[in-house]
């Protein structure tokens, strides 16, 4: 015979010390159990469709068909009973149940049974299955109790207990500032120890200060996000309090000299999760594991949020736009653009980054994207006029600076500005914006991709390698293709060829139609001494960009050092095929 299951919401319930109260006044409390039963608990279970599928004594247990009407009417139940004799515990619990019947068996059933033994009395406790049901559907304060060892279950069960009484009106909604806007709920210690607090906070305060460097984002000040310290607010109700789109919510757990860190971005309007991680380090230095997490989430969360922000300006009407939203899409243009090697996209970015200055003269964010555009078309060797994007490029980076002077991009797209101009008398002046940007906000990966491809230029591969390894580890999937051909271009800078001819593979494998991976592939090749392969991977870069590989056989590489110019300008002359390989052998 095949068994039934089916997923229900369990709720149980039963009287505190009725044993005593039975012993005291057998007969009154009988009475007074009964009245409970037929005035209070079977009108409500009617009211929020349950159905009382076992009673035993002084407990009832009721199946609903949804969580809500689980909370609904245990609610219902402690607000009606607040001033009767008889208090009640309440615990709920979503799971499996076995249907025997009209009864119904297993673990949803005994976890909730379990669950209630944990509530006070006049309360309700929750599982969390039930508690992420529910905790933006109705009106109550929740308190998170942590995972909970709890009789004859397998593994421990995090429980959430909530009072009877309705959370207190809300005040009026904040209006949402014109940019993106966060707010860091202190994160959740969860081990237990209070020495922990200090920790936890600490993680919690360096997550706002390191999002408050990013001048794109509206960060909300420590002493308000603290005010939920202790609570388990609403998150869309958080947003309202706040006035913000966006919150960031984890928890700290340690065990032994292990750390266990998670987080999740929230969107405040939708209550949808937007981006949740699990960090596990071993404990060995509790400020290099706090600066590396922190660092972690902060260089993980504000990707996240620009691609969703970019994602709701992507669906408004063209007509309707602001100056802000036609940012975000030119910024998304001008980084497909370089992604899809396609100029038509760069030059989109340009008009929108265009419009947004005419509605906004002052927009940072639209003179950041084109220096970007223009730098993507010089870097990819797109430009129709070099002399004048250059020009158009330095000229927005240098008025995004003025405007705003702890703008990092700014300092960033700059330096780029020199590099791309091959001025290699100017790379002392292009590093130090380079630099700048950097100690402005080292979270920002595009800030460190820049400052290591300064950094390879001016000769110092070993900084270079380690900020994009680092870029790597904090952002492993945003562009992985770019990163790889600059640890490319820095390993040939370092004379590592193996180790260069590598990453500019792993840089094809992610984007084959990019055409500076198939030149480094070949210098580093003619590093090697694989000169057959190296006159094959430049012949294969020639048919992925003929005029992208002419125009480098043309010009200067970009470094400071004549040297490496030299060898830069031979091995790509070897892979071509217009210089003898053994011109290779005293550069290399």
């Known amino acids: 015979m095949t068994e039934h299951r089916r997923l229900a919401a369990i709720l149980v319930a039963d009287v ?3 044993s005593k109260l039975v ?36 407990g009832f247990l009721v199946e609903f068909a949804s969580a809500v009407q689980a909370v609904g009417c245990a609610r219902a139940i402690q607000e009606a009973n607040a001033l009767g004799r008889l208090p009640l515990r309440i615990g709920i619990h979503v799971g499996d149940v076995v249907v025997q019947g009209d009864d119904l068996m297993g673990d949803g059933v005994n976890v909730a049974a379990r669950i209630e033994a944990v509530a006070d009395p ?12 529910v905790r933006d559907r109705l009106d109550l304060a929740f308190m998170d109790k942590g995972e909970i060892d709890l009789k004859n279950i397998a593994r421990p069960v995090q429980v959430f207990v909530v009072g ?28 237990g120890d209070p020495e922990q607090e200090y920790f936890t906070d600490g993680i919690t305060e360096d997550i706002i200060t390191e999002l408050s460097r990013f001048h794109s984002l509206f960060v909300i000040a420590r002493n308000s996000s603290f005010s939920y310290k202790g609570k388990s607010p609403n998150i869309r109700q958080v947003g309202k309090e706040l006035g913000v789109r966006y919150v960031l919510e984890g928890s ?34 509790i400020f290099a594991v706090q600066e590396e997490v922190t660092q972690a989430i902060v260089a993980m969360i504000a990707p996240q949020i620009e691609s969703t922000e970019q994602l709701k300006a992507s669906r408004r009407r063209p007509d309707n736009l602001t100056a802000y939203e036609l940012s975000l899409r030119g910024w998304t243009h001008a980084s497909q653009g370089i992604d899809k090697v396609d100029r038509t996209l760069i030059d989109q970015a340009i008009r929108e980054a265009e419009e947004a200055l005419a509605i906004d003269p002052c927009s940072v964010q639209a003179l ?12 990819l060797q797109m430009a129709a006029d070099r002399k004048a994007a250059l020009r158009e490029a330095t000229s927005a980076a240098a008025r995004a600076i003025e405007l705003d002077s702890g703008n990092a991009l700014g300092y960033a797209l700059r330096a780029l500005c020199v590099f791309h101009d091959g001025q290699v008398d100017r790379y002392s002046d292009a590093l130090a914006d380079a630099r700048r940007a950097y100690e402005l906000n080292p979270n920002d990966t595009i800030v460190r991709q820049v400052l290591a491809q300064l950094e390879t230029a001016a000769g110092d591969s070993k900084c270079a390698i380690e900020h994009l390894n680092q870029v790597l580890r904090l952002n492993p999937r945003q562009r992985r293709h770019i990163t790889y051909n600059m640890l490319a271009h820095a390993s040939f800078s370092g004379k590592q060829y193996v180790e260069g001819a590598g990453w500019a593979s792993r840089a094809l494998n992610e984007r084959p139609e990019y055409p500076p991976p198939h030149l480094l592939l070949a210098i580093c090749l003619v590093g090697t001494g694989e000169i057959d392969k190296a006159k094959a991977a430049f012949t294969t870069g020639q048919r992925v960009s003929p005029e992208f590989f002419r125009t480098r056989l043309k010009g200067t590489p970009a470094y400071a050092r004549p040297e490496d110019r030299e060898r830069a300008t031979t091995f790509l002359g070897i892979a071509a095929g217009l210089e003898d390989p053994s011109a290779a052998e005293a550069l290399r």
Do not use: C
């Open 164 to 191: 009877g009484a309705r959370a207190a009106a809300a005040p009026e909604a904040l209006p949402l500032p014109d940019k993106p806007s966060i707010a860091v709920l202190p994160f959740q210690n969860m081990s």
């Open 16 to 18: 505190v010390g009725y």
């Open 368 to 379: 950041n994207v084109i220096a970007a555009a223009h730098g993507n078309a010089l870097h």
């Open 252 to 285: 700290i757990r340690k065990s032994s000299n292990r750390i266990r860190v998670t987080g999740q971005l929230i969107d405040t309007l939708t209550g949808n999760h937007i981006w949740a991680e699990r960090y596990d380090r071993v404990l060995d230095d």
């Open 122 to 133: 006049g309360g309700i406790a929750l599982s969390r299955q039930v508690y992420d049901l």
């Open 23 to 58: 012993g005291s006044d057998e007969a009154g409390t009988l009475a007074q159990l009964q009245s409970l039963r037929t005035k209070i608990i079977e009108p409500q279970l009617a009211r929020h469709a349950g159905r009382l599928f076992k009673s035993v004594g002084d």
